[in-house]
């Protein structure tokens, strides 16, 4: 099993830039996908960006492509999610979450640990 807490998160103005980390419990990081997800208000949960298990690959939703960068450290049993660039848009719970699929995941329903989620809070 594994135990995901994410940190990082506050109020930022429109332009800024924060980092979201992920910790992970457990000594089998490595062999999960890693996901961050993002869920606004009124809104359902939707996906932001996956790393796959070597950090070899990536991929982005379009809203979010050439601003943030999803990225890990094994050693560290961490995943991180740099965001620059924020616009009010992008105020939401963001979440981390594994998956042990061997690619990247992009649907919710393929994740199989989440964590408790960390504000973002963009102001105009």
């Known amino acids: 099993q594994v135990q995901l807490v994410e940190s990082g998160g506050g109020l930022v103005q429109a332009g800024g830039s924060l980092r979201l980390s992920c910790a992970a419990s457990g000594r089998t990081f490595s062999r999960y996908a890693m996901g961050w997800f993002r869920q606004a208000p009124g809104k359902e949960r939707e996906f932001v960006a996956a790393i796959s298990r070597s950090a070899g690959s990536s991929y982005y939703a379009d809203s979010v492509k050439g601003r943030f960068t999803i990225s890990r450290d094994n050693a560290k049993n961490a995943v991180y999610l740099q965001m620059n660039s924020l616009k009010p848009e992008d105020t939401a719970v963001y979440y981390c979450?594994?998956?042990?699929?061997?690619?990247?995941?992009?649907?919710?329903?393929?994740?199989?640990?989440w964590g408790q989620g960390t504000q973002v809070t963009v102001s105009s």
């Open positions: 979450a594994a998956s042990r699929e061997f690619t990247i995941v992009v649907l919710t329903t393929l994740y199989d640990y």
